[in-house]
């Protein structure tokens, strides 16, 4: 029974698996709890997984095993330091985790791996957001190499969602929002934040000596449901058991668990036990026509077609467009069963695209390509969204199979792909053609494509004329299309040349949209890779820098796929800058050279980089003083929060920021930072009156 990742979900045993998961310890050392009582308890409650926050031993896992349960388990290591300055921590991380992997990494319990949790903003802008990134690129890449078909992932929260690793295999967030509308509007983001990846959510709690115990039996099944339908992987509730061990001490202040401290059920046990959370179904499923418009397709539409044919939906209809094929496409076609097929002259793609649709039966058409497979639940997530929304038309992310050569790994990771646009996390300003569903209303209020489009640029064309009309676009994060990128370097850039051409019949069509570099898109770009700091970028803290949810800025787009692990070699990163430069500049001679407006995609203007620090010391605290301790005795004297995004707090013309080292005991360090090479005795005395003592000068 192995844990797998299967484009924006787990696969379990070769099906799609929503994980339930709950967190289960650190225990006092006295503590009844056992893995042979609690197991069959946790199993009963609706359970399949445990997250743990170490690496377990054999006797954990085998209870585990034996009772069917998988376990996640945390690498707890030295995150809460400055392991930036002190490498060795990075490097001790990485020994301990290869030798417990090459112990347990093949145990039958092993569900997947979480390389780190939650490092601290504070510390994570003071180490710098790419370095961080980078560590635990590598602590994943390390356990890779180990055990290449664990699933790996790195427990974030929205402090930090600029720290997602780029090799990780999923995205995990731990979150904590009571109010369930912020909750489900957040759960949407997610998404983006994950670009092609799933999304996992490996904390979600409520602590029931601040709110009713009735109050917890009501949110967290509604949070599991509401994980469930917006798409994520899995949830995992926090925690088992009000039980629990922290900095050497058992904690008495909060409890979050699902029983409590004398051993017995809270209310929400049962309301966990009986929560069914299968796939959104409707009582009236709306009938879909998957409509696939080919030319000289004979090489890729058997395996579209076969994925179609697997598709899970009650009510839908296949039919297939050949514009003209001459390579035994029709052949091939004639000889399928249980689909509609018809033979056109070479017209085009939007004259293919408009027969489809006058030839469907459904209310909602679903277009896709011939190089695309469509997930088994595709349609299902599609009419969930439609039953819940408005829009007319619902698209969602085409993901890159697993390169199987050097030149479609180049391809793959190149710029230019098909991706959509969104104005938020839910509306798109954009939909790619290889996944866009549309009402057929709302398809024969617009005409449908406009015929000047013959290979591309029709479906935004189609995109921007239905927002014309008024009608708006949505975006389903969990329907997604697997979507074949073109297998050699000759293929992609005629395509890219192509799309060069179809930007100037646009241009032509909707100059208005069009500036000197091109397309001047309303929303952001999304190119499926996840949400990562990359040079120029820079980090919204907030006011002191202690926002909760703390953003990136980007330039409106967001990172592009990164080269698979198994082809990313010093040279193919190389050729990789070449093809895309190449890309770049094809694509705006093709442009121009047909009647369109630009000077090419240029480099984005980076953003003010960080002021560079001209003194730094160290405060010393023996009784947990923090940061955030001297953030607010500095507040009452005077300062005030800074106006420059890369620093917390100034008075008068000296600029500070500061981060705590979190130790797992009352012993921190404070690290800070000033703009000016002398340090103020004032400060030093404010430290001094806020508990601190001056460590490191």
Avoid at 1 to 22: A, N
Avoid at 300 to 312: D, G, V
Avoid at 608 to 624: D, I, K, N
């Amino acid at each position: 029974m192995r844990l797998e990742v299967h484009g924006k979900f787990f696969h379990l045993d070769g099906k799609p698996h929503f994980l339930r998961t709950v967190t289960y310890g650190p225990f006092p050392p006295d503590s009844p709890h056992k893995p042979s009582c609690d197991f069959p308890r946790i199993r009963e409650a609706g359970f399949d997984s445990i997250r743990v926050y170490s690496l377990p031993g054999q006797e954990l896992l085998d209870q585990a095993a034996q009772h069917d349960l998988l376990v996640i388990p945390t690498h707890s290591w030295a995150q809460g330091f400055d392991f930036i300055a002190k490498p060795l921590l990075l490097q001790e991380a990485k020994t301990s985790l290869e030798n417990w992997l090459k112990i347990y990494g093949k145990h039958p319990a092993l569900g997947a791996l979480l390389v780190g949790n939650e490092i601290p903003s504070d510390l994570a802008r003071w180490m710098g957001a790419l370095q961080v990134s980078k560590a635990l690129d590598e602590l994943i890449s390390s356990a890779k190499q180990t055990v290449p078909e664990l699933p790996i992932g790195y427990a974030n929260f929205p402090s930090t969602e600029f720290l997602e690793p780029s090799r990780a295999d999923f995205t995990a967030f731990n979150i904590y929002l009571e109010d369930l509308h912020a909750l489900r509007s957040y759960l949407f983001r997610l998404h983006h934040i994950a670009g092609d990846r799933p999304v996992y959510l490996t904390e979600f709690g409520m602590d029931t000596q601040h709110h009713p115990e009735e109050e917890q039996a009501t949110l967290l099944p509604q949070g599991l449901r509401l994980a469930r339908e917006a798409g994520l992987a899995g949830a995992t509730i926090y925690a088992w058991s009000d039980h629990w061990f922290n900095r050497g001490e058992v904690i008495t202040d909060w409890s979050f668990g699902l029983f409590r401290r004398d051993g017995t059920a809270k209310p929400v046990v049962n309301k966990l036990r009986q929560l069914a959370l299968n796939l959104p179904t409707s009582q009236t499923p709306p009938r879909f026509s998957v409509i696939i418009c080919t030319r000289n397709g004979a090489a890729r539409i058997r395996s579209c077609l076969a994925a179609c044919r697997k598709i899970i939906y009650p009510n839908f209809e296949i039919i297939v467009v050949n514009d003209g094929s001459t390579d035994g496409t029709a052949e091939i076609l004639d000889r399928e069963e249980g689909i509609r097929v018809y033979h056109l002259e070479a017209s085009g793609l939007s004259v293919a695209r408009n027969f489809g649709a006058r030839m469907s039966t459904g209310e909602i058409l679903a277009y896709t390509d011939d190089d695309c497979r469509p997930d088994v639940q595709w349609l299902s997530w599609l009419a969930d969204a439609y039953a819940k929304t408005r829009h007319c038309a619902i698209g969602g992310p085409n993901l890159s199979p697993t390169p199987d050569s050097f030149a479609l790994a180049l391809t793959t990771a190149a710029p230019g792909a098909p991706t959509h646009v969104m104005l938020t996390d839910t509306l798109a300003e954009h939909l790619p053609g290889c996944h866009l569903s549309v009402r057929k209303t709302a398809f024969d209020d617009i005409g449908g494509f406009d015929p000047i489009f013959h290979t591309a640029g029709d479906d935004v064309d189609f995109c921007w004329r239905l927002r014309d009309a008024g009608y708006t676009l949505g975006f389903c994060g969990a329907s997604f299309v697997w979507h074949h990128r073109r297998a050699t370097i000759k293929q992609y850039l005629r395509q890219q040349m192509g799309y060069g051409h179809a930007e100037a019949l646009l241009f032509k069509k909707h100059p208005h949209r069009f500036g000197e570099n091109g397309i001047r898109w309303e929303g952001c770009v999304y190119q499926g890779g996840a949400l990562a700091m990359r040079a120029g970028d820079f980090i919204y803290a907030g006011p002191t820098g202690e926002a909760d949810y703390q953003s990136l800025s980007q330039n409106f787009v967001q990172p592009i796929r990164e080269l698979h692990p198994k082809f990313s070699t010093t040279f193919s990163r190389l050729a990789l800058q070449v093809l895309s430069s190449m890309q770049r500049s094809l694509r705006l001679w093709s442009r121009t050279k047909h009647g369109g407006l630009g000077k090419g995609d240029q480099d984005l203007p980076a953003s003010e980089l960080p002021m560079t620090s001209r003194c730094q010391f160290t405060l010393r605290s023996s009784v947990g003083k923090t940061r955030y301790h001297l953030y607010r005795q500095l507040l009452k004297h005077g300062w005030k929060a800074s106006p420059q995004h890369e620093w917390d707090l100034c008075f008068q013309n000296i600029h500070l920021k500061a981060a705590s080292e979190q130790t797992g005991t009352v012993n921190n360090h404070t690290f800070v930072a000033l703009s000016s090479s002398d340090i103020p005795a004032a400060l030093l005395t404010l430290a001094c009156e806020a508990g601190f003592e001056i460590h490191v000068l």
